[in-house]
């Protein structure tokens, strides 16, 4: 595997695991009616989707152009991460709009 391929592979499992922090933080930042601090922590989660994305490409154009990304254990783990990040970050997203609309009801 060559140097390239590690760094977006660190690339995919840090950005990922960065975005699901953010997500996870977001949901306790809302539980505890802190609304911006929320909304602050869900925009960066999903700066750090598109820098998860923009590693991802990079590893698809490498295989369409003829460099196949090999599969390995690494790889695994960080395609995980990335899609771990892609739900946990929606799910945030939902339940800080839905603790939003609590917060106006009550």
């Known amino acids: 595997m060559g140097s390239e391929m590690e760094v977006a592979i660190m690339q ?3 950005h990922g695991g960065n975005a699901r922090s953010a997500s ?3 949901i306790r930042e809302a539980r505890n009616g802190n609304f911006e601090s929320a909304d602050a922590l869900l925009a960066q ?3 750090q989707m598109n820098e998860a994305h923009q ?3 990079q590893l698809i154009f490498a295989e369409t152009n003829g460099n196949p990304v090999p599969l ?3 790889m695994v783990h960080a395609q995980d991460h990335v899609m771990n990040a892609m739900t946990v970050k929606d799910l945030a997203s939902e339940m800080v709009a839905m603790m939003k609309v609590q917060g106006k009801e009550h």
């Open 55 to 57: 590693a991802q490409t």
């Open 12 to 14: 995919l499992i840090t």
């Open 45 to 47: 989660a999903n700066e």
């Open 24 to 26: 996870i933080q977001a």
């Open 72 to 74: 390995s254990l690494l």
